[in-house]
């Protein structure tokens, strides 16, 4: 077996068979199975349930070093992606669409989309402050997403009535490694930087995530219900991560 080494506080050190060590970041939770992260960065994040024992956590971690070194390989070859500056004539993506920010002076701010530019206004004294603008877009972004994302998720529960499917409670939140969750509970949770993508990519999210309230695994039952739901689900996938990949951040 793989040599290991517990580490105080929320990191762990895995030592694999070639040799070569891991430092990742370990939550323990109130759930069922070890599920494994690995980020665009390269860092990993390993979470566990309460009460799974440290052999069983690094052998989850064997199995699937190779897997998680690919990702950490093809990750590291990509392009960083540019830094979104909030400066004026700078594109905003929005549900795919590439919208020119346009930036003014007002006593009370404020954003406005008018066809393909965003009006972001604020304080003259604020128009250089880029978390401040930042914070801006992302508020008009969400108050976006919850008109947007509960229409969509409605639209998709009803394309899939067939399965007669509990309703779900439907969460927005800023997430680092995934585009949706769903719990056994039937709560589905949307990252909120969905909305700047394409609605078939948002369509394809939804439908993913309801297809778990049937299988809550990633086998080929679940890949087979989901295709007969979205038979260009790859396509749609391809297409998201393609635009995440190339928009600023």
């Known amino acids: 077996m793989p040599e290991y080494r517990a580490r105080p506080g929320e ?31 390269g860092s990993v994040l390993v979470r566990a349930p309460l009460r799974a024992p440290y052999a ?3 052998l989850f971690l064997r199995e699937r070093w190779d897997w998680m070194q690919r990702q950490r390989s093809r990750f590291s070859q990509e392009p960083i992606p540019r830094q979104q500056l909030f400066r004026e004539g700078e594109s905003i993506l929005h549900l795919g669409e590439e919208l020119v920010l346009r ?3 007002a ?3 404020r954003v406005v989309r008018k066809g393909g530019e965003l009006h972001v206004a604020a304080p003259e004294e604020s128009l250089d402050d880029r978390s401040g603008l930042a914070a801006l877009v992302e508020a008009w972004q969400r108050r976006e997403a919850r008109h947007l994302f509960p229409e969509r998720l409605g639209s998709c529960h009803e394309a899939m009535r067939a399965l007669s499917l509990p309703f779900p409670q439907l969460k927005i ?12 509970s039937a709560v589905i949770t949307l990252n909120l930087e969905l909305v700047r993508m394409p609605l078939q990519c948002i369509d394809y999210v939804i439908t993913h995530e309801l297809c778990h309230l049937v299988e809550f695994n990633h086998s080929q039952r679940f890949y087979s219900l989901q295709e ?15 635009l995440a990949r190339r928009s600023p951040r």
């Open 11 to 41: 990191w762990q050190e895995y030592r694999h068979e070639s040799g070569e060590t891991l430092d990742f970041r370990f939550i323990r939770s109130a759930r069922r199975t070890i599920a494994l992260y690995v980020h665009r960065d």
């Open 56 to 58: 069983e956590i690094f």
């Open 103 to 105: 930036l003014g002076a």
């Open 107 to 109: 006593s009370r701010a």
């Open 173 to 184: 939140r800023k997430m680092r490694s995934r585009w949706g969750s769903c719990s056994r």
């Open 228 to 242: 007969s739901f979205l038979p260009d689900w790859r396509e749609r996938r391809n297409m998201l991560e393609d």
